[in-house]
């Protein structure tokens, strides 16, 4: 199919401009800009991205994916450890024949209600396990493609290696055709005219040219936010798709709740790996985890089975790990450590089997993980040395409010994914990577039904040059602050008061350091370089301005939650109340300031329960139910993938 | 122990010829860097103009996007280890397709 977008190019004049000193002025008239024009314009080129695109395209759509990154490698489903899933029923319909019944829609349905602590808008989780079975179900056909192998764990969900994820998202696309690509642009605001989207403003990252993007809708898969210093998401995880929408006046929720996993600390080669938290789902009964006095850290039985058995390991490990962490029994970079006992040599055996049979699997090689060697963990581990793990978010739970179709406050502009907020609440265990698929897919069809049914907007020019104006200052600033320092400066206040544990003094001081760095340091960011081709430190400063918006809401309603629910947890508020909080916080545009206002959670089929838990972690264990819950096979993911590896040699032998 | 970092540096904007600059960087004996720590420890601390590869960086060898010339071979910079000491050399993939210093589009 033909390119079906048209593109024109408007090239200013090169003119010079002096300050009254004689020194070059930087003058945002002489960058390129030019445009594109589309029907619907998909921003991010993951899952959520990719699949609003699928589906738009197909209802004849002309359709423009631009992405901060590239197709099928960027964002964070490569990152993803990283499963899927639908119901069991639906399994079986679709011919998977060890699929568990068991997990019918409904379990699946009070599962992710009961794991987002009630918070979650449950009209979002039945649209979530309604459309898992057939959006799963061709994903998998893609997934074929790639070549990597799909391992299938009961009772319902499919393991892979995040890279295959990212490539099957690209062969959807390129199967669908027609689908224009702009890639390694990012995208600075959504256009708005007469209180709807009109397109949307664009850098070109390696030309350092606007790109102004006239869209009749405009989806945003732009994924979450990451403020703390340590990591094991993509770079590009900066919030700018939340951070955007509130620039245009949407609410935005949930912002108090990330998801940590134990992660790797060093060597620095290798930080931010989520090795360890597989690693503890394949050789978690030869693990003793000890604090940074090499002191056990003591988990409750019935919660140690759990973390063990299921994937509210996510939780317990970051409660009972962060605890030691952020009261200062934590190790000297502010982690625990795993031991690997010498005694007794069967476990550390079954561990590394498993290990070993899953990596030569999905990454190709022996004791890789990703594209990473690790070899040296292996001896490491038969040594008995101990391994310095911290705790690094995967996931930012919340984003822009959105409705079951993913449309927003702002007509025209559709958000599905980690973006958005509402289908997880205060705890994600289901898969983000079904959330993309099934969100993306929605996002797009209710894109092209406002698309045809609205027709465009004209673009506002004033507001592009105001944005031009406001994204290029650092050029002008002379001698101020490089936007790397004011970086490492907020997020060094976010990790001290925004971290794992919380208390009213650290979050109240985080929020006057943020303050200070929005009023005071990120005005006076000032360029090194005047070039604007491929010039990082522009994108950095626009990066931490979207930051700066997720993190201070996420502040504020951490200060204004207080008691600890899923992942917000605080050690001066230990309790669960749902007779005071069981509410969503959300942060509203007022006239450029935060305003945080509530919101109830839509009820379809479970009523909000009522109550207190002294401590929080006595709801989880309420949950354990003694793996009754059918939903609680699924975690143990290294159980299933070695069995599937040992029947295979098995057979082989035979 | 220092090492010595040279470091090619090239703007297609300006038309100028490239060369090399030399940075010497600390990296503590018991620690092990790779090839993107070294350059985001220069930029951050040193020169915040270099120009790299840094942004949908994965970090763990996944997206295959942050490619350079390390001493001389085409290599990952997020799983290229650099050492510790001695003279170390990082160059853009292609002089054709660089962008801007060690970026290439």
């Given at each position: 199919m033909s390119s079906i977008v048209s593109i024109k190019k408007i090239v200013f004049s090169q003119k010079k401009f002096f300050d009254n000193k004689g020194g070059f002025m930087f003058d945002v008239s002489n960058i390129k800009s030019r445009v594109i024009k589309t029907d619907v314009l998909a921003i991010g080129a993951s899952g959520a991205g990719s699949l609003a695109a699928i589906a738009a395209r197909r209802q004849g759509c002309e359709v423009t994916i631009v992405a901060k990154g590239k197709l099928?490698?960027?964002?964070?489903a490569i990152m993803a450890g990283g499963s899927f899933s639908m119901d069991g029923i639906s399994a079986r319909q679709y011919g998977?024949?060890?699929?568990?019944?068991?997990?019918t829609p409904n379990v699946m349905f009070e599962d992710i209600v009961k794991q987002s602590f009630y918070l979650a808008e449950q009209d979002i989780v039945e649209q979530f396990v309604k459309n898992a079975g057939p959006r799963i179900s061709e994903f998998l056909g893609w997934m074929e493609k790639t070549k990597v192998k799909t391992i299938f764990l009961p009772p319902s969900t499919w393991f892979t290696a995040g890279r295959a994820i990212g490539q099957a998202c690209k062969i959807g696309v390129k199967e669908t055709g027609g689908i224009k690509l702009v890639e390694d642009v990012m995208i600075i605001d959504i256009l708005v005219n007469n209180g709807r989207v009109a397109g949307a403003l664009g850098l070109?990252?390696?030309?350092g040219e606007f790109i102004i993007f006239e869209a009749k809708a405009v989806v945003l898969g732009t994924g979450g936010y990451q403020p703390f210093?340590?990591?094991?998401?993509?770079?590009?995880?900066?919030g700018d798709g939340a951070a955007m929408a509130f620039r245009a006046g949407v609410p935005i929720a949930d912002m108090e709740f990330h998801l940590f996993l134990p992660t790797l600390i060093s060597p620095k080669s290798h930080r931010g790996s989520i090795l360890p938290y597989i690693y503890y789902m394949s050789g978690m009964r030869s693990i003793d985890l000890k604090n940074g006095n090499h002191d056990e850290i003591v988990i409750p039985k019935v919660l140690l089975e759990m973390a063990q058995g299921t994937k509210w390991s996510k939780q317990i490990l970051a409660y009972y790990l962060g605890k030691e962490i952020c009261s200062g029994r934590?190790?000297?970079?502010?982690g625990i450590y795993y031991h690997f006992p010498r005694r007794p040599y069967i476990k550390h055996a079954i561990g590394m089997i498993k290990f070993d049979v899953m990596s030569k699997q999905?990454?190709?090689?022996?004791?890789?993980y990703q594209g990473e060697d690790y070899n040296w963990l292996k001896e490491g581990i038969k040594n008995g040395t101990p391994l310095e793990v911290g705790l690094s978010s995967e996931?930012?739970?919340?984003?822009v409010v959105v409705d079951a179709k993913m449309?927003?406050?702002?007509?025209g502009l559709f958000v599905p994914g980690?973006?958005?907020?509402?289908?997880?609440?205060?705890?994600?265990?289901?898969d983000g990577v079904t959330e993309m698929i099934v969100q993306g897919y929605e996002a797009g069809n209710s894109a092209a039904e406002f698309s045809k049914r609205a027709g465009g907007e004209e673009i506002d020019q004033n507001q592009v040059d105001e944005i031009k104006q406001r994204v290029t200052k650092g050029f002008n600033n002379k001698g101020g602050l490089s936007p790397y320092k004011v970086r490492t400066a907020f997020e060094k206040t976010v990790d001290d008061g925004f971290n794992i544990i919380r208390d009213e003094k650290g979050l109240q001081a985080t929020l006057n350091e943020i303050d200070r760095i929005k009023k005071e340091d990120f005005p006076n960011i000032s360029f090194s370089?005047?070039?604007?081709?491929?010039?990082f430190e522009w994108i950095e400063a626009m990066q931490l301005e979207n930051l700066l918006v997720c993190t201070e809401v996420g502040v504020r309603a951490a200060l204004l939650r207080k008691e600890s629910r899923g992942t917000h947890m605080r050690s001066d508020f230990p309790q669960l109340d749902n007779n005071n909080f069981l509410y969503r916080l959300v942060g509203e545009n007022d006239h450029g300031k935060i305003k945080m206002t509530t919101k109830v959670p839509k009820v379809t089929k479970m009523l909000l329960p009522t109550g207190k838990y002294d401590q929080m972690m006595d709801y989880t264990i309420e949950q354990s139910g003694g793996h009754k819950n059918?939903?609680?096979?699924?975690?143990n993911i290294m159980a299933d993938v070695v069995k599937e590896g040992f029947n295979k040699i098995f057979k082989r032998g035979k | 122990m220092m090492l010595n970092v040279n470091i090619y540096r090239n703007n297609k904007q300006d038309n100028k010829e490239g060369k090399f600059d030399v940075f010497k960087v600390h990296i503590p004996d018991n620690e092990q860097w790779n090839a993107l720590d070294l350059m985001r420890h220069i930029s951050t601390?040193?020169?915040?103009s270099l120009g790299f590869y840094y942004h949908s960086?994965?970090?763990?060898?996944?997206?295959?996007?942050?490619?350079v010339r390390s001493n001389g071979k085409v290599s990952l910079a997020c799983v290229t280890i650099v050492p510790n000491s001695g003279t170390y050399t990082l160059e853009p993939v292609s002089e054709k397709r660089c962008t801007r210093d060690l970026a290439i589009k």
């Open positions: 099928g490698k960027s964002g964070n998977e024949k060890k699929a568990d019944p068991a997990l070109d990252l390696y030309k210093s340590f990591r094991n998401t993509v770079t590009d995880m900066t934590g190790s000297k970079n502010n999905l990454y190709r090689k022996n004791w890789f996931y930012s739970n919340g984003g449309a927003t406050s702002l007509p980690e973006a958005n907020s509402g289908a997880f609440g205060a705890l994600r265990i289901a370089s005047q070039t604007q081709n491929y010039n059918v939903n609680a096979k699924e975690a | 601390n040193m020169d915040a960086v994965c970090n763990h060898g996944i997206c295959a996007r942050c490619s």
